[in-house]
């Protein structure tokens, strides 16, 4: 009956191309997820064109893959449609073969009751005849005088009553062997209807095992076949995603292997730089040095010369008076000499300042542009690290969700392996060895999953939130004046009532629906209310960086102005200072001290270290071999023999359909005979059939009757 109900669930649901949420459908949530989806695909359509031709390629591709399923369902429909029709069809001969009997055996009976009725209505007019001659002759008895004459007329008279008795006590008879032979049939009618209930139960029987054995081996043909698609398509897509990863992965290769080499040629050139500038500047310090040392070995030399002119004062009194002017004019010009020197000496000084201060700047400019590398360096990494938590996190979820279908592929074949063992074979039925693997035993840990499962907190994303407020406001209805009810969220965390959000949410709408785009408003215009507001607020979110239900408490109180403490009434800040507390929230959301452990514990953690996947080939294939060789084995022989038996009953079906025809016929012939040999033409004949056929032929005509 499993297989039976399963099957025919198959059979009365048609392979869906498009699952998913429906337009159409009654829930409120089916109808928004349906028109999102219909809004990226539009989108998806316009920014793909070119690609176009691809998409066409895979879509026939997919839809010759589809085709397989689809085809072994309908002819499994087909196979089963014909069972079910051959086994009305072998049922209902056994109704039909009694309905004809019961046609010839009410023919046979007006037949015999109309030729009663005949007999009857001649032996009536003959007893109504032989009464009024009788009664003739009493009439006449009275004019009889003599006794003896009067004797013969009451003999004659008695003989004509006892003759007349006698047809009645002969018709009597007649009615009573026919009364006896009717109850006779009577019973044997009894008898063949029970044998024919029996033999329809026995074809009941077969039919039902033989529609059971077809819907199993239907069903396993379809899930062979959809398995079969799976595994195409699983290889398809895995192939496809790890050809991405590796064409990503290299980019990223060579793009931090660029950065790098940038990095370095800066650095050597920067090195460079600092190298020439210091060649340059030890150059200029030697060669002012000398000039300095040059200059203090002249100034020696001109004090050695004063001092050996002064000592020869006393000799040269004369001559140095005559040479006075001679002496003058030198020590004028070794006066302007030194302040020659002196200039040249502050000119190369100052040079010297300023080109310090030039490669200062180049050095602090140098450094500035460093600085930046290195910023989008680690921005880089950090970007990296969040691309491979998504992908990571993107191969845990298709992970799980193939590993509870495979789980759930695995619960039900031991289940019908169960069902084999104790309804078909009679055998006691253990969990098998290889079924310690749906109990996590040798499954391999994902990403950041630690050594026990522990159950991650869940918490609610902003869309999910709003839409429970929506939901909660419209049943609690809308108020003048709003209330502000606060309850404990966490430690230092509030709830406000959602009526209070509602209309926070609807002023952020009307007031910061720039931020949606216009193509999304002219979608939403024909949707309700509710739907219109959760669609805008979904894009609104998203630019103002709302994520989480606490996100929309937070931004609840930018709207909110202070009231006196006691005040029991809350009232939302003028339309015009809606942008201004957008952006305050929106700066106090940037800031760094902005407090991110929820966002954080909802997330996948980048940071976790990389999994060991040597295991997960031996993981899946415990999975696929779920079911042990030796239970395979009594499968198959199971099969071999159902199918054997299966041939018996075939053939004894046969032999009994050919068995029923040749009754039939042998009943057709009998009734041919009968008709044949009762007659009434054969009384006009001279020699009777009843003359011709042999005696025993009639004996046993009259024990079949």
């Known amino acids: 009956l499993l297989y039976t109900i399963k099957f025919e669930q198959v059979m009365s649901s048609p392979p869906d191309e498009n699952a998913g949420p429906s337009v159409d459908s009654k829930k409120r949530e089916d109808r928004i997820v349906a028109r999102r989806e219909r809004i990226i695909k539009r989108n998806k359509n316009a920014k793909n064109e070119g690609n176009s031709a691809n998409q066409v390629k895979d879509d026939s591709a997919e839809d010759k893959k589809t085709a397989k399923s689809r085809k072994q369902i309908s002819i499994s429909n087909q196979r089963i449609e014909k069972l079910r029709d051959d086994g009305c069809e072998l049922v209902t001969n056994v109704g039909v073969a009694a309905m004809a009997r019961e046609d010839g055996r009410k023919i046979e009976e007006e037949k015999s009751n109309k030729d009663r009725r ?64 009717k109850d006779d049939q009577y019973v044997k009618d009894l008898k063949k209807q029970a044998e024919d209930i029996d033999l329809i139960i026995e074809r009941m029987n077969a039919q039902i095992k033989n529609l059971q054995k077809a819907y199993r081996e239907e069903l396993t043909k379809i899930d062979q076949a959809f398995e079969s698609e799976r595994i ?19 980019k990223e290769v060579d793009y931090l292997k660029e950065a790098e080499e940038r990095v370095e040629d800066f650095s050597s050139q920067l090195q460079h730089l600092r190298v020439q500038d210091a060649e340059e500047y030890n150059m200029v310090k030697i060669k002012l040095e000398t000039d300095v040392q040059v200059l203090e070995q002249q100034l020696q030399a001109m004090r050695a010369t004063y001092q050996l002119n002064s000592e020869k004062l006393d000799y040269n009194f004369q001559v140095l008076k005559k040479r006075d002017e001679e ?16 200039d040249t000496l502050n000119n190369l000084k100052s040079k010297f300042g300023k080109q310090e ?4 700047e180049e050095n602090q400019q140098l450094a500035d542009v460093y600085k930046r590398i290195t910023d989008q360096f680690k921005e880089l990494q950090k970007k990296s690290k969040h691309f491979q938590a998504t992908d990571t996190k993107k191969f845990i979820d298709v992970w799980i969700m193939n590993e509870e279908e495979a789980v759930d592929l695995a619960t039900k074949v031991l289940d019908e392996d169960r069902i ?18 749906l109990e996590g035993e040798g499954r391999p840990l994902l990403a950041g999953e630690p050594a026990k499962h522990v159950s991650s907190s869940s918490i609610k994303s902003a869309k999910a939130a709003v839409d429970d407020i929506i939901r909660a406001a419209s049943e609690a209805g809308s108020a003048g004046n709003l ?77 909110i102005v202070k009231m006196e403490e006691g005040s029991e009434t809350t009232n939302l800040i003028h339309p015009n200072q809606v942008l201004k507390a957008i952006r305050l929230f929106v700066s106090e959301s940037a800031s760094p001290n902005k407090n991110i452990a929820v966002k954080q514990s909802a997330e996948f953690d980048g940071n976790a270290t990389e999994r060991d996947s040597g295991n997960d080939d031996l993981y899946w294939q415990r999975l696929a071999q779920i079911l042990p060789k030796q239970h395979e084995q009594k499968w198959d022989a199971l099969l071999a023999g159902l199918q054997k038996y299966h041939t018996v009953l075939a053939q004894r079906a046969k032999l009994i359909e050919e068995t029923d025809k040749l009754q039939n016929q042998n009943s057709e012939l009998r009734m041919l005979l009968q008709q044949y040999i009762g007659s009434r033409v054969n009384q006009d004949l001279q020699i009777p059939p009843t003359h011709t056929i042999p005696s025993e032929m009639l004996r046993d005509y009259a024990i079949d009757s």
């Open 357 to 360: 201060a030039t490669f200062r």
């Open 232 to 250: 195409e398509l699983l290889e398809k897509h895995r192939n496809d995603w790890e050809n991405l990863m590796n064409q990503r992965s290299q």
């Open 118 to 181: 005949e007999k009857l209505e001649a032996e009536v007019k003959a007893s109504m005849e032989r009464f009024e001659e009788i009664t003739k002759r009493w009439d006449s008895a009275h004019a009889l005088k003599v006794p003896q004459e009067l004797d013969d007329m009451m003999t004659n008279q008695r003989e004509l009553i006892n003759s007349m008795i006698a047809e009645k006590e002969k018709i009597i008879q007649t009615f009573q062997l026919e009364l006896k032979s």
């Open 327 to 342: 002496n003058t004019i030198t020590k004028s010009q070794q006066k302007r000499k030194i302040t020659r020197l002196q």
């Open 420 to 437: 084999i063992f104790t309804q078909q074979l009679g055998l006691d039925w253990s969990l098998p060895e290889t079924s310690k693997v």
């Open 483 to 559: 209330e502000h009810s606060r309850s404990t969220f966490g430690a230092d965390k509030q709830v406000y009532n959602p009526v209070l959000i509602k209309s926070v949410l609807e002023l952020l709408c009307a007031e910061a629906d720039f931020l949606v785009e216009k193509k999304l408003i002219h979608l939403l215009a024909p949707l309700e209310h509710d739907e219109r507001l959760l669609m805008k607020l979904d894009s609104i979110f998203k630019a103002i960086g709302v994520e989480t239900e606490e996100d929309i408490h937070r931004l609840t109180e930018y709207f």
